[in-house]
């Protein structure tokens, strides 16, 4: 698949494990892994760093292999689950940056059309995440809502 705002092809990536069944190097029982889950995120990891954190130090592949659920349906069932999705706090996040550096470089053209770009976005994943009810279907977007945030 291409990528959406320019004119390059899609970018090459590693293949996710065929088999939905677990791993047999596994130690950890599901109920562990949950708990670790649970654990990191209450220490303030976004649900990306909880799975890069699992791989690396416990040698988890996938949670959804050994578990059956994913991070995000492990922390919605324990209560901990994060107000905004992550990859729309992201795109915030960069927004915010562009938004403060074109206060200082009012000049700059191709950081415009870039914010412009990112914008829709957002206004894009949040149409999809209201339909979906992750967020409120009051949220909105605006940059001067999100400067304030």
């Known amino acids: 698949m291409g990528r959406l705002h320019s004119h390059r092809h899609g970018k090459s990536h590693s293949i996710r494990p065929v088999t939905p069944s677990s791993p047999t190097w596994i130690k950890q029982t599901p109920d562990e892994i949950e708990e670790l889950v649970v654990k990191y995120a209450k ?3 976004k649900t990306s760093e909880i799975g890069i954190k699992l791989r690396d130090q416990y040698a988890i592949p996938l949670t959804k292999q050994v578990v059956k659920k994913s991070i995000v349906q ?4 324990r209560g901990v689950k994060p107000d905004m ?26 950081n415009v059309r870039s914010l412009e770009l990112l914008e829709a976005k957002v206004h894009r994943l949040s149409s999809y995440y209201k339909k979906i009810d992750r967020i409120p279907k009051t949220w909105k977007y605006k940059a001067v809502i999100a400067q304030l945030e």
């Open 85 to 110: 999705p992550e990859d729309l706090n992201n795109l915030v996040t960069k927004a915010l940056g562009l938004q403060k550096h074109l206060k200082a470089h009012k000049s700059d053209k191709r």
């Open 43 to 45: 220490e303030g990891l």
């Open 74 to 77: 492990i922390l919605e069932q």
